[in-house]
């Protein structure tokens, strides 16, 4: 241990973090060495390159930007509905069909004690988040005849929570093998002084680096392996929160497949174009979403000949991935983002701090950035309230109450 110790000691001091060994002396011998092994694992130099290239913005030329096509739900003829829903069904009904659940965030807005899934909705009776999603599929289940496979997606915070809660809730009754659990990898935070914080005196914070592990995770715990196995073609990703989306979506699957994309996307229109959004569009040849900020005003208001808008398509976390284009995808380095997060803190003088705002900088690869590993997306713009609905925090536009609405609309009658 005391080997250990000097090299743990080294290691802070080559990146000036010796204040993560301020409480050492008072810990017991496991928590000293549960630190040192901490220290000893984390990779410095990663998270600290990641926090000095979040200082510089990326530069988007406005000529590097074109807009993607797209085909709207509510403009398509029953007919069109009605072809494409059965190339998709008979795609779900032949067994091809698996759902992953990203459950790996931290939901810091919210604040919710517990992972965000095992937040329960207000209705009657009340469901948890997880529930609502085992509803979903369990209602495709019965009219498909078949038992489609989910895949969730846990974190370093809320692995072992989640999979307990499963078990007390007996799964929703969802058959119990066809539910597979992945965890996520996770790094270090940082403060606003450029400082790693403590979670505990013998603990760092570190948290789930972003959605976009996921291709990493599932290829790590043989969640890809798994999918080949049992022949599953087509994987729908979504997050845990949105509680009227429609994961199970015949629709998009059969576009996907009738326009031979390996990937697609649903997307909203997004209302108020000053709104700071996430928006698709081509960025150097490849699918993309970019940060609305990136386009020129004239973009902003742009419409094609038949005065639809070019960069109004917005993510809402729901996207298809063909198997193969997930093992593409599994061994390539997605770039990392930078995100400002509230999270709790040991401080100077040992005591646990929580944040009124944020004060951390998180490092988050995310999902939609493997899209520009194609050529080409589909994309099905849906509206607003019937397939949005997330729980995001109390305050804001995404609160549980609205949430409870947009369900009870949709699915009580
Ligand atoms: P959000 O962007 O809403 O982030 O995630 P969050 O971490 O849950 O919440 P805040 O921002 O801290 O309040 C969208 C979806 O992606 C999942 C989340 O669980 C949610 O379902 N996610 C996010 C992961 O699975 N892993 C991550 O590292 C981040």
């Known amino acids: 241990m005391m080997q250990n110790y000097e090299t743990a000691k080294e290691i802070l001091a080559k990146y000036k973090q010796e204040h993560l060994l301020n409480f050492y002396d008072e810990l017991n011998n496991n928590e000293k060495e549960q630190l040192i092994q901490q220290i000893c ?6 998270i600290f390159s990641l926090y000095e290239a979040s200082k510089t913005d990326e530069v988007i030329l406005h000529r590097n930007i074109k807009p993607l096509p797209y085909t709207i739900k509510k403009d398509l003829s029953n007919e069109e509905l009605a072809f494409y829903s059965s190339i998709g ?15 790996g965030g931290q939901g810091t807005r919210l604040g919710y004690k517990g992972p965000k899934g095992t937040f329960e909705l207000d209705i009657k009776p009340k469901k948890s988040l997880f529930e609502i999603l085992s509803d979903h599929l369990k209602e495709a289940n019965e009219k498909y005849n078949i038992a489609i496979p989910w895949y969730i997606m846990t974190s370093i915070y809320n692995d072992e929570l989640t999979k307990k809660f499963f078990e007390e809730k007996n799964y929703f009754g969802y058959p119990k093998d066809c539910i597979y659990f992945f965890k996520q990898s996770e790094l270090p935070l940082i403060d606003l002084s450029g400082n ?7 603990k760092i914070k570190e948290a789930s680096n972003g959605n976009g592990d996921v291709f990493a995770s599932m290829y790590q715990y043989g969640i890809l392996e798994n999918m080949r196995q049992r022949q599953i073609d087509w994987v729908f990703f979504s997050g845990v929160d949105n509680v009227i989306l429609e994961i199970v979506d015949p629709l998009l699957l059969g576009l996907t497949i009738c326009h031979k994309k390996l990937v697609a996307s649903k997307t909203l229109l997004k209302e108020n174009v000053e709104d700071k959004d996430w928006i698709f569009a081509r960025k150097n040849g490849k699918p993309s979403i970019i940060d609305s900020r990136y386009l020129s005003s004239e973009m902003k208001v742009a419409k094609d000949e038949k005065s639809h808008f070019l ?24 770039p990392y983002h930078r995100a400002f997060k509230k999270n709790n803190f040991v401080n100077a003088e040992g005591m646990k701090q929580v944040p009124e705002s944020p004060n951390t900088y998180k490092f988050e690869t995310f999902i939609f950035d493997a899209f520009s590993l194609f050529d080409d997306i589909e994309l099905l713009r849906v509206e607003k309230d019937d397939e949005f609905a997330p729980i995001k925090d109390f305050n ?18």
């Open 89 to 103: 069904e008979s795609a779900i009904l032949n067994g091809k069909y698996a759902v992953v659940t990203m459950a």
């Open 196 to 202: 790693l914080i403590l979670e505990e005196p013998y």
């Open 311 to 334: 960069y109004r398509d917005i993510n809402l976390l729901a996207h298809l991935f063909h198997l193969s284009a997930l093992e593409k995808v599994a061994n390539v380095s997605l």
């Open 41 to 46: 694992q984390i990779d410095f130099e990663q």
């Open 396 to 413: 804001g536009v995404h609160n549980p109450e609205v949430a409870k609405e947009l369900y009870e609309r949709k699915y009580c009658f």
